[in-house]
């Protein structure tokens, strides 16, 4: 029978056995005790919960048969070597449960005075996962930041020193990570207008963001750029930065430019056009005037002034179609034209008054093109004046022309043929290398007050023609531009042209124009050669007139009408009136609009052909002998 002490000191013991084992059961870590050998000897219910096996299969086994992964426990393996050392062992390990769910857990291990030993196993996988969720965000971030075409960098939001930058930073503003990290945008005077930072503090003060603010900037090189910053407030280990995102809208920007040009240059179009027409009418006047002059005055010296100042006027001609191909892009208004003595006039027009003297190497079997006159002579003019230009303190321009051939492949943009080659080539300054393959685009410009649209225009109008530019230059080394154009076999006109006899008719012509000027010099023009004529202003008096003729019985020789009258019916629409009448009178079409398509094919829209003006009176020679011949009613 047990004494008193003995019970007593039984019932301690068994109180505290229940007090361990409700701390054992009660403990939120899994927890096992084992022999020194590594055998288990007891677990509670959490242990049981993580590895996913009852008591019973867990008390018994050796700790290095618990379902750990291989994995794991080749990266941390079982030291009871340090446990005997008396040291606290802690690891990380993976246990696979019998459903095949992976369990990563936290162990510490220590071995007791009495050479047992106690493990406890946190089970750690959210926080495992957490962390690899935050691992996986943060190199998605550090590989957007990195791999990102905008400029992405961080800065301190209390000196505003740069902390990060990324390779779009470098490849816009052209800053390394050694020019930027720990120096202000304000030390690297990254800022073009100082007013567009300050909008930037404003912004991120009032809201702590920004969104699409329009900035300029510059680069280490000093090169301006147009960008578009978003820009945040956010905490980096507690301390705040600003993260700024900068778009280069800078091609962006200009293209925007170009449209609100070309838009301007469609208003200049509209209004060139109808300058153009007036001026070529009141040209028409002065061309027809002394035309006439000429006829009358028998004097050599009034007649060669008379016929110089026609040159001239010739040549303001062809200016006025110039402005008009540069406004509105006309099609070029082509025939059989030698190059002989067209391309020396053409120059030496161009240099005339200049410091710059010219030397011709023009081949004398120079063959023919098939050109619009006015358009190459604007070619010509355009590189002449930029040769002109590179030579501000003088110098020579060289023209060299010659007859070539290119076979199949042996030219990048044009086929198999024969063509002229026009070379003009001048010691001026050069063009940088970097500039060579854009000055034809539009708007682009190496001139400090230039408008960029010259070469632009010469490339248009060469091409039209099914030829060709290029260039070659270097700077400091003068540019030779060369100029193909398609070469023909066809005889030209111009001799025929000359020696043209007289025309003469007879029977009625009815001219309808809008311009008084116009309707008497043409008047004077077809009496002088024979005719009797009969003006209108408008197409719906003219077709009324035709009418009423028919009706009588009474014929008409051809019909001369003006292609657009203010406020009333012109040729277009009258013609067609005509030809419900009559399908093969000669009813010819003239205009100052030299580029407009029926000028061009007049006979596509009923016209028989047609004359631009300002003409001369040779020109409405040629044009009657041709359709009319010695016509007699």
Known sequence: MKNAGEFLLESSLNESETRYRTLLELAVDGILLGSHE????????????????PKEKIVGTHVGTLPFTPESLSKSPLRFDLLQKGEIVINERTFVRPDGSLVDI??????????TYQSTYRDITDRKQAAQALKNSEEKFRKAFQTSPDSININRLSDGMYVSINRGFTQVMEYTEEDAIGKTSIELNVWQKPEDRQRLVTGLKAHGFVENLEAMFCSKSGRRIAGLMSAAV???????HIISTTRNITELKQTEEALRNIQKLDSLGVLAGGIAHDFNNLMGGIFSYIDLAMAEIKNEKALLYLSNAMNVMDRVRGLTQQLLTFAKGGAPLQKITPLIPF????VQFALSGSNVSCRFEIANDLRPCNIDKNQIAQVIDNIVINAKQAMSGGGNVEILARNISIGEKNHASLGAGDYVQISVKDNGVGIPRESIARIFDPFYTTKATGHGLGLSTCYSIVTRHGGSIQVESESGKGSTFHILLPATIEAHLSIAEAVLTSHSGSGTILVMDDEVVIRETI????????YTVECRTGGQEAVNFYQSEVMAGRKIAAMIFDLTVIGGMGGKDAVAEIRKLDADIPVFIVSGYADDPI???????GFTASLGKPYRKSEVEKMLETHLGNHHN
């Open 38 to 53: 590594g055998i288990i000897t007891d677990a509670n219910q959490c242990m049981c919960n993580i590895i996913g096996l």
């Open 106 to 115: 936290e162990m510490r291990s220590k071995m007791m005075p009495d050479g």
């Open 234 to 240: 956010i905490e980096l280990d507690g301390v705040p």
């Open 343 to 346: 391309i020396q006039e053409t």
């Open 523 to 530: 008047k004077r023009i077809l009496a002088s050669l024979g």
């Open 599 to 605: 000028m061009k094919n007049p006979q596509a829209y």
